[in-house]
């Protein structure tokens, strides 16, 4: 395949000025982004060994977008004369190398690239496209057979982006980077979006729906799932937000002509490169022009062996016809209603779905070696049947293990990394070279020692996740409904309250209106108080409010008004949309949800739901117990504090749980140097702050914050629990060597979490991973032990045959929600709470706290 080369000339140019110092000629002009722009340009030719070059240039003057907008990149500072003299040297340069330009007047570089690329991908469909540029906006232009070279630092960090890697890093498919910027704006070229969507709020919304126009469509038919504050904004700024995709958008119909044969590189012209550079006293450019200074951060191309499969594709009506040999890959087509079956990286069957529940895929599954497939949860759903689980093994769940805290784990993306750079443009493709990794991902696996924490842990507890989303729990709609007219009339009040307060009407879901009010019509004091990065204002989220709210009382009643905003909307509103035709709510547990391996809850999310308010009570009321049976929660009590007491191998820690003392009393004792029956309220307050501040890796300046208390006191308590509790701090200074000779922590079953960036030499960002990895060992052994717990005690009710009396619901934090037949509750509950204390066999036992009642919030 033929490679064309498109270079974003001005983006280039503008980075390679601002990577580098100042630099003179030997004539004494500014050649800084000339000698950058060469640079990178050497070392695309080295990298990308193209047999096609063209470059692409701003036109001076006016586009087409700033005659539309006038405010189009108009508050871009303006750069140096110094930068613009340098233009056209490189030009010049250009020229020397016997690369085409194009420029355009009314048009910018992107979209000429924009167009030549679609030129080329019609008249050439086997030529690949490489653009090289300094910034991501020609991202969306990124599909099968074009892809971006651009650089993250500098002029030598350089990363290649691909339809895999765009999605890796956002989220989101390369088409839909134009609804992304269309949505949260872009502040660098005064692309206005919607005022008040973030980028967070544009992301969730384009990954559900897909598009702004399609939004736009959920809204209209009011079907649109969203914070209120954020349909607000979308109703009010609609077209801003369309005009914005507009700007956003690449012009791909820009009228030039563009042959590619005259863009074919000629090592002939390059003899007229040597005088130009030195000219400009480029020695050691020269040097790497002749080969003799290789660069350490190139990309490496695709080695030979490494090229794409073509599998034959076999279709089989029956797992019997698939052969019973070497490990085989699985995968969903997402477009058909078939499973690929790959025996080897050339041969993929394709059985249909309906094939799963079948006998003859009992039998297959059962007298073979294990399979491999990428989200076993998915084929358990498609008819897997249940015992046949423990033949299958999770590709997607091991490479978790092996990375944690990956943005998403799809597929495509397994295979580029681990096989440098390959691309599996089609399903049949994807599952061939599944099939290939199975090896490397196992090797790794027991190369990580990680082996066990699958077996042992991940692999039995998908089908239990499975069989909790199947049952879902109990619910009462009616319940919520009269909740919401309650809820609804206090937002009335409080809305005329705050109207009063301010002075007069306003957008309180405005964060820019609610700014202006508080800090220049009641003239509150800000300082302290951050602005927002996208709008520039002084920053009311709910974190600086709290901060003010001595200040005034409309403070208090903007939180209150917020807080009952969100829960009417996310859970009042929302949940009786999402009752199944059982009557019950089935949420999804993700299971590669997080980095320390604890279990997440999405779709809805039910681990969310606040129990200290009035209304979170109200809300888990609506959560009930079917009739004859009780829901039970089973709470492990101050898990995490017993955790690190044992690891620490703190004495008076460990005492304190033995002896059943009260540990955050013992902690405010220990500190304030005080009997315990001198410890008040506000003094526990503060050392439960410390306990978990310290586990979390707590800073003063954040425990002084929690604690409501002065930075000299904080930094006084920190130090004084530290001269008390020796063994935590031995413990905490131990994982941090470790984590800086290793580069990982691990929890006392094995787990691993991995701080690439504990040696980073950005301060915050080691000091942030130092955070993180002392957490890791305590949060992580956690979870393992709920984990472990619940495969325990799904154990035992299959073995007593109690699938229909004991049912195993839900997993908060700390805590199991079962909903248990009243007949059997006395026998049960006893069983239960002894699995989940077996659960760990460490110095400090386990305790776990039982209640029961009728609904979720009445458990006694």
């Known amino acids: 395949m033929k490679r064309l080369v498109l270079i974003d000339a001005h983006a280039v140019i503008h980075r390679a000025w601002h990577a580098l110092p100042p630099l003179t000629g030997p004539d004494g002009q500014p050649v800084s982004a000339v000698y950058g722009f060469v640079s990178i340009l050497l070392k695309m030719l080295k990298d990308l060994k193209p047999d096609y070059v063209a470059a692409a240039f701003d036109h001076e003057g006016p586009t087409f977008r700033h005659l539309a907008y006038e405010r189009y990149k108009a508050e871009r500072v303006k750069a140096p004369p110094a ?33 030549i690329a679609g030129l080329v991908r019609r008249q050439h469909p086997d030529t690949e496209i490489i653009i090289v540029t300094g910034d991501l906006d020609t991202l969306q232009l990124v599909d099968r057979r074009t892809r971006v070279f651009t650089m993250r630092r500098g002029v030598t960090d350089t990363v290649l982006y691909d339809e895999a890697a765009v999605r890796e890093r956002y989220g989101l498919s390369p088409a839909q980077l134009i609804d992304f910027k269309g949505l949260a704006g872009d ?16 992301s969730a919304l384009l990954k559900r729906y897909g598009s702004i126009e399609k939004i736009y469509q959920a809204l ?27 700007l956003v958008t690449i012009d791909r119909n820009v ?15 390059f003899e007229k490169v040597r005088p130009a550079l030195e000219k400009l006293g480029f020695s ?25 499969p073509s599998p034959r594709v076999i279709a089989a009506k029956t797992f019997d016809a698939v052969p019973r040999r070497a490990e085989a890959a699985m995968l969903k087509d997402p477009g058909r209603a078939l499973i690929l079956v790959a025996v080897d990286s050339s041969h993929v069957y394709e059985v249909p779905v309906a094939a799963l529940a079948g006998s003859q895929a009992r039998s297959w599954f059962a007298s073979r070696p294990p399979s491999y497939v990428f989200g076993l949860k998915s084929f358990l759903y498609m008819g897997l049947a249940f015992e046949l689980a423990n033949r299958v093994r999770d590709l997607a769940v091991i490479w978790w293990l092996l990375e944690p805290g990956r943005r998403s784990y799809e597929p495509e993306v397994l295979i580029r990394r681990e096989l440098r750079g390959v691309i599996a443009h089609t399903p049949l493709e994807t599952a061939a070279l599944l099939q290939r990794l199975i090896p490397i991902l196992e090797k790794r696996l027991h190369d990580e020692d990680l082996l066990k924490v699958y077996e042992e842990l991940e692999s039995p507890l998908t089908p239990l996740l499975y069989q909790m989303e199947k049952r879902g729990i109990g619910f009462r709609a ?42 220049e019509r009641l003239n509150l004091a800000p300082k302290g108080i951050r602005k927002t990065e996208k709008l520039g204002v002084i920053s009311t989220r709910e974190s600086e409010l709290t901060r003010l709210r001595h200040l005034h009382p409309i403070i208090g009643d903007i939180l209150r008004y917020r807080e009952i905003t969100k829960l009417k909307s996310t859970y009042v509103d929302a949940l009786p949309k999402l009752v199944g035709s059982d009557g019950r709510i089935h949420t999804t547990w993700n299971q590669t949800g997080t980095v320390t391996g604890r279990l997440s809850s999405q779709n809805p999310n039910l681990q969310n739901i606040p129990i200290r308010s009035e209304y ?7 959560f009930v117990a079917e009739k004859g049976f009780s829901l039970v929660a089973c709470d492990y009590s101050q898990l995490e504090l017993r955790i690190a007491a044992d690891l ?17 009393r013992l902690t405010a004792a220990e500190i304030n140097n005080l009997p315990l029956a001198d410890v008040t309220p506000e003094l526990r307050y503060q050392a439960k702050a410390l306990n978990f501040g310290i586990l979390y890796g707590m800073g003063a300046r954040a425990f002084a914050e929690s604690a409501q208390i002065s930075r000299e006191a904080a930094e006084h308590f920190i130090e004084e629990y530290f001269h008390d509790f020796q063994g935590v701090a031995r413990f905490l200074e131990e994982t941090r060597d470790f984590v800086r000779a290793n580069g990982y922590t691990k929890t006392a079953f094995g787990r691993k979490r991995f701080f690439p960036d504990i040696a980073a030499t950005n301060f915050r960002l080691a000091r942030e991973a130092e955070r993180q990895a002392v957490n890791h060992p305590i949060q992580g052994t956690a979870a393992d032990i709920m984990k472990k717990g619940m495969i325990a005690i799904q154990r035992w009710i299959d073995n007593k045959g109690w699938g229909k009396e004991v049912r195993m619901l839900l997993q908060i934090h700390d805590e199991l929600i079962f909903e248990i037949s009243q007949s059997i509750l006395k026998e049960a509950i006893p069983e239960i709470r002894r699995l989940m204390e077996g659960a760990w066999s460490g110095t400090v036992s386990m305790k776990v706290e039982v209640k029961q009642g009728p609904s979720w919030g009445e458990l006694e």
């Open 284 to 308: 050691s450019l020269i040097r790497r022009l002749g080969g003799q200074e290789a660069d350490a951060t190139s990309i490496p191309s695709s080695s030979p062996e490494l090229k794409l």
């Open 478 to 519: 009616a319940h919520l409904k009269k909740l919401s007219a309650r809820m609804k009339r206090e937002l009335q009040g409080l809305e005329k309250k705050i109207h009063r307060a301010a002075g007069g009407p306003f957008n309180i879901n405005s964060p820019r209106q609610l700014s202006s009010v508080l800090f």
């Open 220 to 246: 209209k038919k009011s079907k649109l799932t969203a914070k209120p504050s954020a349909i607000e904004a979308l109703r009010r700024h609609e077209a801003d937000a369309l005009f914005s995709k507009t």
């Open 616 to 622: 979170g009570r109200e809300i888990r009321n609506a």
């Open 255 to 269: 009228p030039i002509k563009f042959v590619l044969a005259s863009a074919r590189l000629r090592k002939s012209a």
């Open 187 to 202: 502040p660098s070229d005064n692309i206005p979006g919607v005022k008040g969507v973030g980028a967070k709020t544009a």
């Open 83 to 115: 930068l613009y003299q340098q233009i056209p040297m490189v030009k010049d340069l250009v020229k020397t190398f016997g690369i085409p330009i194009t420029e355009k007047r009314g048009y910018e570089a992107d979209d000429i690239i924009g167009t």
């Open 648 to 664: 620490a191998r703190d004495p008076k820690m460990i005492e304190a749980f033995r002896h059943g003392l009260d540990i955050h």
